[in-house]
């Protein structure tokens, strides 16, 4: 089995951290969850988010399109948080990072990609 994936420096936040940060009961952060709209994984028997993906009380705005497209190419949450992660310094670093900047658009293309 391969390591789990660690997120930037900002960390795990666990998921009624999510809920404050964001503004919203726990069940719409559930419900964010399972639409696909935010990414959880379970670690030492907790869920948590990796921070960046929740940006000023807001979830990162291009993140649900890329986790569809991630999830239509067979990708599984796992499998996605390794894709937003891997290191790549065209994207500023990695794709978690350029969803939040200008190279958000050039992130979507290369998920988009995934699915031929």
């Known amino acids: 089995m391969t390591d789990p994936v ?5 960390g795990w936040i666990t998921l009624p951290d999510v809920s404050e940060k964001l503004g919203v009961t ?7 969850i399972r639409e696909g709209s935010l ?3 379970r670690r030492d028997g907790v869920r ?3 921070a960046e993906l929740v940006a000023n009380a807001t979830v990162l705005k291009h993140l649900p399109g890329v986790l569809t497209l991630l999830h239509d190419a067979g990708y599984n949450d796992e499998e996605a948080l390794k894709w937003l992660y891997e290191p790549d310094e065209t994207l500023d670093g990695n794709a978690a990072i350029a969803l939040g900047g200008d190279r958000a658009r050039e992130a979507k293309r290369r998920a988009q990609a995934l699915g031929f």
């Open 26 to 32: 726990i069940s719409k952060v559930h419900q964010l």
């Open 39 to 41: 990414l959880a994984v």
């Open 6 to 10: 660690t997120p930037g420096p900002a």
């Open 48 to 50: 948590v988010v990796p």
